[in-house]
């Protein structure tokens, strides 16, 4: 049994994205459904009705690796239901798992090209990382108004704008409200994936959750 704290309950194409850090071995863990693919239910990521939130710790019964999933090692199927929630940690308690390492999951742009992760040991391949950018700011996507992207640097100064799938906050930034530009931010790489079937296929890099260290109503 996985003990894992949330860090990410994401939408994406074909459902939803729950990741966490196992809290007793330290690692990355994004469960995934037995039937096959990555996308979970709705249903599969609550519990007694509600979502699971960032910060709740809950235990999940996971199996090994999904072999239909390549590039993201973390993967894990999930091997019953339900869920349970354990607990719940502060915001400040994920600065130890903050990852400052340059580039942010294998390239300076939004998306990494299959070759370029095929160059590499499997063992390197990252999908997952939890980063505290000096500053974060937001903007409408410049694709689609309804959706948001968060710009940030990393450690060697790379810009980046990544579009965030964050349900939550991108539904605050919908209605107006301000997020905290501190923040940490769970980074996710997709595996190969074509939004144009005329474009080649990418691995794209996504805010997964914003969490907020100091919300700027209480600053």
Same mark, same amino acid.
């Given at each position: 049994?996985?003990? /894992?704290?949330?860090? @990410? ?5 074909? $459902?939803?994205?729950?990741? $966490?850090?196992?809290l007793?071995? $330290? ?5 995934? #459904? ?5 996308? +979970? ?10 979502? &699971?939130?960032? !910060? ?10 999904? #072999? ?20 719940? +940690?502060? #915001?400040?308690? +994920? /600065?130890?798992?903050c ?12 998306? &990494? ?7 590499l040991?499997?063992?390197?391949? &990252?999908? !997952?990382? /939890? ?30 704008? /990544? ?9 605050? +930034? ?10 940490? !931010? ?7 994936? @074509?939004?144009?079937?005329? %474009? #080649?296929?990418?691995?794209? %890099?996504?805010?997964?959750? &914003?969490?907020? !260290?100091?919300?700027?109503k209480? @600053?």
């Amino acid at each position: 049994m996985a003990r /894992l704290v949330c860090l @990410a309950n994401s939408i994406r194409h074909d $459902g939803r994205c729950v990741a $966490g850090i196992d809290l007793d071995t $330290g690692e990355w863990v994004r469960p995934v #459904p037995a039937k096959g693919g990555c996308g +979970l239910s709705y249903s599969d990521v609550c519990i007694n009705g509600q979502p &699971v939130a960032l !910060l709740d710790v809950i235990e999940i019964d996971l199996t090994t690796r999904n #072999p239909g999933t390549k590039y993201q090692c973390e993967n894990r199927v999930m091997k019953a239901k339900p869920w349970k929630q354990v607990g719940r +940690l502060k #915001p400040s308690a +994920l /600065l130890k798992f903050c990852d400052d390492t340059s580039p942010i999951l294998h390239s300076t742009t939004d998306r &990494v090209e299959p070759t370029d992760l095929d160059a590499l040991s499997p063992n390197d391949w &990252v999908s !997952l990382r /939890l980063i505290r950018p000096p500053k974060v700011e937001f903007a409408r996507d410049y694709y689609k108004r309804s959706r948001w992207r968060a710009s940030f640097r990393d450690a060697k100064k790379h810009d980046y704008q /990544l579009k965030v799938t964050d349900p939550v906050v991108s539904g605050r +930034l919908n209605h107006d409200e301000e997020v905290g530009s501190d923040c940490i !931010l769970t980074v996710s790489m997709t595996e190969p994936w @074509a939004p144009d079937s005329a %474009k #080649p296929a990418m691995c794209w %890099k996504l805010i997964a959750a &914003v969490i907020e !260290l100091q919300n700027p109503k209480e @600053a």
